[in-house]
């Protein structure tokens, strides 16, 4: 189910170029076999229109997970508001194998209280249901915790629709220069906010376990440096600049140290840097490239790309440092490997027939799988964007 | 006699132009080497080549940096797909920069290493180092200082060409010589 899951976040989404502030995110294809749902409008008390369209957003995330088909609301036979307005063999008809209805409510002082029950059709039975306070700005990240629950119920696994993204934007100013900009958006591109604007390039955007910081590279100065920088604070820490380059910050699973890649000693070779001791420590050391650091969930050991074969291939070592093995053989050129939740699987770029592409590898069989069909999937397509890991 | 060779002259020339062309795209040698013999061979009818050895053989008063006919004014060094090694055609322009720094130890040069947006950007940052490494080790060899060398790789964040094809990758992956 995992595997699946990975399957439909990497290979499906394309993210379009950015011209607006707004985040696009284009699925252009779904899977076999996805689940037909119905999302009835929800039902709503209070003066005036309602504020959101609740089952709008609903609609819309679910839709994009490329694991349901949504009914469209013109196709509808009815717009239940509650389970007694139901009729269920209209929509067994229709195929829909579920449907959720809900009601909005207003309290007066701009809060409002949301319910919703998923149904299934066919037995006629409540699957799951809500009642969810909350309040005006938070309207539609409380949609996306539904999407959440309904996704979760249906398939299985967690969904991943009330997190949020990050994303590195750079538009050309009438004036000749380049705005550079790291924002952060809800998963479903609303909602947009810039963290961090300059005129240099920024890079490697990379969420803190706890969802709270990011840290980033930016060559602001004409030269490379990390910075980590708390997301609702919008205060930031210089942590490394030194000569060369100062890249590839990646958090470990406790979120107390950051995996990064340092060229200060004459090429880029992976190192440890504490945040509380602020401490750093030398995990490879090779005239080599090695770079593009991730860590397994046990926060034991590292995966990274290396060229010390001639050509970049993934090779694993222990956190605290030591012999490194390879681990990619197939293809000539394999790249910032990532690991899943579970750690069983990397998920890496690898060039096949002198294309890039998402590919993944069960590290117990050693066996690779290609995703994508592009011929540059990894800028910007695929693995810029970078998940939030908490939901909002 | 004559006329054979003037029948043959224009014809040599254009050889020797495309043979210049096709090896690498901006030898420095093989262009001297043309207008040579091109001059040489048809010696009445060579108004035009002729004129054009004459200004590059001018004399420059100003700033050697600013003479639009050194090797100097060539700052911009392509490598090859996946490559850090400096091509052989570039080995002059490195030479000609190294004696001026040499020359001149005040001054200092920003070698700023880039790649074409083929593979990883981190990766790239450091196949874009390697590569303003290349030139800076060929200028230290050459006896510039270490302190006149700043080294600074872009990786694939600062593109001068933005198409996504071989042309563009061709000229994205270079070594910024700035003064």
């Not at chain 2, 990766?123 to 230290?140: D, I, K, P, T, W």
């Amino acid at each position: 189910m995992i595997k699946k899951n990975l399957f439909i976040l990497l290979a499906l989404l394309i993210w379009q170029p950015l011209l607006h502030a707004e985040l696009t995110i284009e699925i252009t294809e779904g899977v076999e076999g996805a689940l037909p749902i119905a999302v009835a409008p929800f039902a709503w008390q209070g003066s005036g229109s309602p504020p959101e369209d609740i089952a709008a957003v609903i609609n819309a995330d679910l839709q994009r997970s490329g694991r349901f088909k949504t009914l469209p609301r013109a196709d509808m036979p009815a717009r239940p508001g509650t389970v007694e307005e139901i009729e269920f063999k209209d929509w067994r008809t229709l195929g829909v194998d579920n449907l959720v209805v809900g009601q909005m409510q207003s309290n007066g002082a701009g809060g409002y209280q949301i319910q919703f029950q998923l149904l299934d059709v066919f037995r006629g039975e409540q699957l799951t249901g809500y009642s969810i306070p909350t309040t005006a700005p938070n309207l539609r990240s409380t949609a996306h915790r539904i999407a959440d629950l309904i996704y979760e119920k249906l398939l299985g696994v967690p969904g991943a629709f009330a997190t949020r993204v990050a994303y590195i934007t750079s538009v050309k100013q009438p004036e000749g220069e380049t705005r550079i900009d790291l924002n952060i958006a809800d998963a479903d591109g609303h909602n947009p906010e810039t963290i961090v604007s300059t005129s240099e390039p920024l890079m490697s955007p990379a969420w803190s376990p706890d969802g709270l910081k990011i840290a980033y590279v930016s060559f602001e100065g004409g030269q490379s440096a990390i910075y980590v920088q708390g997301v609702y604070t919008g205060k930031r820490r210089k942590i490394t600049a030194f000569k060369g380059i100062n890249s590839a910050p990646a958090w470990s699973p406790d979120g107390r140290k950051l995996a990064m890649t340092l060229s200060k000693d004459g090429n880029p070779d992976i190192f440890i840097y504490d945040l509380i001791t602020r401490k750093l420590q030398p995990i490879t050391r090779h005239y080599a490239i090695d770079t593009e650091p991730a860590w397994s969930p046990d926060g034991r050991s590292i995966v990274f790309t290396s060229d010390r074969g001639g050509k970049p291939q993934i090779y694993r070592v222990s956190a605290f440092g030591g012999k490194a093995q390879r681990i990619t053989f197939q293809n000539s050129y394999n790249a910032r490997a990532s690991f899943s939740p579970d750690g069983e699987l990397l998920t890496l770029v690898t060039r096949e027939e002198g294309k890039y592409r998402i590919a993944v590898q069960d590290l117990e069989s050693g066996v690779m799988q290609v995703l994508s069909q592009g011929s540059l999937d990894e800028s910007p397509s695929v693995r810029e964007p970078v998940w939030s890991p908490i939901k909002q | 006699m004559n006329k054979v060779l003037i029948l043959w002259a224009p014809l040599l020339f254009s050889l020797l132009l495309v043979a210049g062309c096709s090896s690498t795209p901006t030898s420095e040698a093989a262009g001297a080497e043309v207008s040579e013999q091109s001059t040489g061979a048809d010696g009445t009818a060579g108004g035009e080549a002729s004129t054009s050895a004459a200004s590059q053989s001018g004399e420059w008063y100003g700033d050697p940096l600013e003479n639009p006919n050194s090797l100097l004014a060539t700052r911009v060094i392509y490598f090859d797909f996946d490559q850090s090694t400096v091509r052989t055609d570039y080995l002059d322009v490195i030479q000609a920069h190294a004696d001026y720094l040499a020359a001149n130890p005040q001054m200092v040069v920003r070698l700023e290493g880039h790649a074409d947006e083929k593979g990883t950007r981190e990766y790239n940052l450091g196949l874009g180092e390697n590569r303003a490494n290349a030139v800076r080790s060929l200028m230290l060899a050459q006896g510039v200082s270490d302190n006149q060398l700043i080294v600074v790789s872009y990786g694939e964040e600062r593109s001068a060409a933005f198409e996504h094809n071989d042309e563009s990758w061709a000229l994205n992956r270079r070594v910024e010589l700035i003064y």
